[in-house]
């Protein structure tokens, strides 16, 4: 019986994925961030959310010309002149931003449902692929939230019914497009929980059910320089657990260091990888033959834990 072929990041296929920016992020991702499927990016605060979006921004531009990008920027704190630096082509982006007062723009999940609706129905029918990007999903308010008074409690109960109206509604509508939708999410801890996952964040088992890419990311150390004796911190050290993966193999792990002004080493995480594995490559080794040798022993190690033979 014939053995599972291991699909990854190779020529042939590099058309159905927008390119992460870091090769073992591809690799653990099944290839990218898919067109016509959606993703979650879920971390705490500084741990490279943002960064990975803008960073899929940059490379969607070079992969997809005539694309579109769409930015739904709903915690008013992006930096556009920052992004910028990190190779976001900010004139190419349409960004959705929240205008104070209106409750049917970028505030809430109603304005959030119409505006991806209306962009994947116009998608679907001139066939262009799109990169939408949420961020964040905990920003966003619901109608009933922003009209009642400061003094009466919510619960969240009607932000919970329409974000599971809301995948309900979109994901197939995404699926049948060329759009990739890209769902960023705060992490939030359980409280008084003493077993299972300590971890929570916005979408529910909604967003559990219709991602097909879930990656959790998570600060492992500071990456610190120093100059003239003084001491400052430049980057991060990122570890990225993919969760849930319905292109690939889930739960794959990789850690990638991150330079604040410039994004993802991508070079420095795969030789750092190579290392781990005990196949140091030579520093005279240009960046692309570091990056072929990293994804053809790692589709080498995926094909030994695969099975053997089919089952049937």
């Given at each position: 019986?014939?053995?599972r072929?291991?699909?990854?990041d190779?020529?042939?296929?590099t058309?159905?994925?927008?390119h ?37 921004s ?46 049917s ?23 262009n692929v ?6 964040s ?13 400061a ?28 759009i ?6 705060q ?19 909604a ?12 600060e492992?150390?500071?990456?610190k ?10 980057g ?8 849930k993966?319905?292109?690939s193999m ?15 080493e ?14 140091e490559?030579?520093?005279a ?11 053809n ?8 834990f ?7």
């Open positions: 019986m014939s053995r072929k291991i699909v990854l190779t020529p042939a296929s058309s159905r994925f927008i992460t920016g870091c090769t073992l992020l591809n690799l653990i991702l099944g290839g990218g961030w898919p067109l016509g499927r959606i993703s979650n990016v879920v971390g705490d605060k500084s741990t490279g959310k943002t960064l990975l979006a803008i960073e899929a940059a490379n969607f531009a070079l992969q997809f010309p005539e694309g579109k990008i769409y930015y739904h920027e709903a915690e008013a704190a992006f930096d556009k002149d920052y992004a910028a630096t990190l190779g976001m082509p900010i004139e190419a982006v349409t960004f959705i931003e929240d205008v104070k007062g209106d409750t723009k970028a505030s809430t999940v109603e304005g959030l449902i119409e505006n991806i609706q209306n962009i994947v129905a116009e998608h679907s029918e001139n066939e799109g990169l939408y990007i949420v961020d999903l905990d920003a966003l308010s619901d109608k009933s939230e922003m009209e009642r008074d003094d009466k409690g919510s619960y969240g109960a009607e932000k919970a019914k329409k974000m599971s109206e809301f995948f309900r509604k979109v994901a197939k509508s995404v699926e049948s497009s060329k990739h939708l890209m769902i960023i999410s992490m939030r801890d359980k409280i008084g929980v003493m077993f299972g996952e300590k971890h929570s964040r916005s979408g529910g088992k967003l559990d059910y219709y991602a097909s890419q879930i990656l959790w990311l998570a492992k150390a500071k990456i320089k120093t100059i003239s004796k003084v001491e400052r911190v430049i991060l050290e990122v570890v990225a657990n993919c969760k993966n319905k292109i889930p739960f794959r792990t990789c850690l990638f260091p991150i330079i604040f002004g410039y994004g993802i991508d070079d420095v995480a795969s030789r750092l990888w190579l290392k781990s594995i005990g196949k490559a030579d520093t080794m240009p960046k692309e033959e570091v990056r072929e040798l990293v994804i022993l790692w589709k080498e190690i995926e094909e030994k695969s099975p053997k033979e089919s089952k049937y």
